[in-house]
């Protein structure tokens, strides 16, 4: 378990490296719209999908993970200032279950398993850059951060949409994810999607 101050903390199977994809909006348009409030944490919705595919001679073994959840018991607040967002007393609890499945030309098996941690209120800050009005840029780490190898660096979200409606502040990430993971010495092509969407509500 990563000791920062992630929007998302989970125990999964699979870890898997590449760099996530943002847009390369440029410039800012007006006065930004995040400063002079501060927002309590409503919850996050988060579901990812994982997949692994491994080769033995003539078998193909394809391993699916999926993830769905909604946080509860969310506390906390967070403000921005120009540069930085800043998280208060930020916590939640997970209390869910993932599901994998493990696929073979002759077979196939699911298996579900509970998903189940608390992350304690805490405080911390992250840099931030305003891309355009509507889009956010984290240079040096990420508020939002899978960790999904208690071993490895978390995976982070360094960009996010945001929308702002009435007193509602939805944050929006998407991360796509390829590469090869080992996993008990078998190495394997490994893609994944994560999309998480973080709600807030004005003080």
Not at 81 to 101: E, K, P, R
Not at 108 to 120: E, G, N, Y
Request: net charge negative; glycine share 8%; charged share 10%.
């Amino acid at each position: 378990m990563t000791h920062r101050l992630p929007f998302v903390v989970i125990a999964a199977c699979l870890l898997f490296s590449a760099a996530c994809k943002k847009s390369n909006n440029n410039g800012n348009a007006g006065p930004n719209p995040l400063t002079g409030t501060s927002w309590n944490v409503e919850g996050e919705t988060t579901s990812a999908d994982v997949t692994s595919t491994a080769t033995f001679g003539p078998l193909s073994v394809t391993v699916i993970n999926l993830i769905d959840f909604h946080t509860i018991d969310n506390t906390g607040t967070i403000s921005f200032t120009s540069d930085s967002l800043n998280a208060t007393g930020v916590g939640y609890s997970i209390d869910t279950s993932y599901t994998s499945i493990t696929q073979t030309p002759v077979s196939s098996d699911t298996i579900i398993s509970p998903l189940a941690t608390t992350v304690p209120p805490g405080n911390a800050s992250f840099s931030y850059k305003l891309i355009g009005q509507d889009s956010i840029y984290f240079p040096n780490g990420s508020p939002i951060a899978l960790n999904v190898d208690s071993i490895q660096p978390p995976i982070e979200a360094k960009g996010a949409h945001f929308t702002i409606n009435g007193t509602t502040l939805t944050i929006t990430s998407t991360i796509n994810q390829s590469g090869n993971e080992t996993v008990n010495g078998i190495t394997a092509p490994t893609t994944g999607t994560i999309r998480s969407v973080i709600t807030l509500s004005k003080q």
